[in-house]
T-cell receptor
C-alpha cells in the first residue's frame, strides 16, 4: 500500500532556530499537502504542492516538492513558540494518506 | 460557522457494545474521510467516500463499518469495540479527490471501558 514517511519523528528547538521536516513517499504523487495539528486539535491545511520541483513560501514557512514528486520538505525559519505542533505531509493517492508526522517543540 | 461537525466530542462505550459516531458537513463536498488517530500517531485512513462510492482500506478491521445516507452525513459504526479501538476519530471532507485542502471536524474521542 501507499506509505508516506517523515523524519525526524520529533524535534525540540530553541525559539529563533530553524526547523526542517522531510517527507518521502513510496510511490510518485500527483500532489502533496501539508497540515499542522496543534496539541489537542485537529489537522489544519497549510498548503498543496502539485508541480515537480515546486517551491512555495508562506511567511517563515518554505515548502518544496521534489523533482521526482516522491519527496517534499517543510522548512521554518526562526521558529516561534506558536509553531509548536505536529506537522504532517499527506500524499494524494486519489485519497489522502498522512505521513508519520514530525512533532515540533519550541522553547522560549 | 462550523463546516464539519462531529458528534459527540467524547464518547465512552463498554467493551463489545456497538457504538456509532456521526459527522455532518455544510460544504456540500463530494469526498468524506474517516481517520483513526491514536496518541502521538498520524491519522490512519479507515474509509473514504466519493459521493456514495464507498472505499475501504485493506487493513481496516471488519469491526468498522460506515454509512453515508446523503451528501451531508456520514457515520462510523464500531460493531464490537475493543480496548484497542480507543482513539480519536476524525472526519474530513474535500470537494474532490486531488483538490487542495481537506477540512476536518474536531473529532470524537472514544474511550472503551
Amino acid at each position: 500500500g501507499q506509505q508516506v514517511m517523515q523524519i525526524p519523528q520529533y524535534q525540540h528547538v530553541q525559539e529563533g532556530e530553524d526547523f526542517t521536516t522531510y517527507c518521502n513517499s513510496s510511490t510518485t504523487l500527483s500532489n502533496i499537502q501539508w497540515y499542522k495539528q496543534r496539541p489537542g486539535g485537529h489537522p489544519v491545511f497549510l498548503i498543496q504542492l502539485v508541480k515537480s520541483g515546486e517551491v512555495k513560501k508562506q511567511k517563515r514557512l518554505t515548502f518544496q516538492f521534489g523533482e521526482a514528486k516522491k519527496n517534499s520538505s517543510l522548512h521554518i525559519t526562526a521558529t516561534q513558540t506558536t509553531d509548536v505542533g505536529t506537522y504532517f505531509c499527506a500524499g494524494d493517492f486519489q485519497k489522502l494518506v498522512f505521513g508519520t508526522g514530525t512533532r515540533l517543540l519550541v522553547s522560549p | 460557522d462550523a463546516m464539519v461537525i462531529q458528534n459527540p466530542r467524547y464518547q465512552v462505550t463498554q467493551f463489545g457494545k456497538p457504538v456509532t459516531l456521526s459527522c455532518s458537513q455544510t460544504l456540500n463536498h463530494n469526498v468524506m474521510y474517516w481517520y483513526q488517530q491514536k496518541s502521538s500517531q498520524a491519522p490512519k485512513l479507515l474509509f473514504h467516500y466519493y459521493d456514495k462510492d464507498f472505499n475501504n482500506e485493506a487493513d481496516t478491521p471488519d469491526n468498522f463499518q460506515s454509512r453515508r445516507p446523503n451528501t451531508s452525513f456520514c457515520f462510523l459504526d464500531i460493531r464490537s469495540p475493543g480496548l484497542g479501538d480507543a482513539a480519536m476519530y476524525l472526519c474530513a471532507t474535500s470537494r474532490e479527490t486531488g483538490w487542495p485542502e481537506a477540512f476536518f471536524g474536531q473529532g470524537t474521542r472514544l474511550t472503551v471501558v
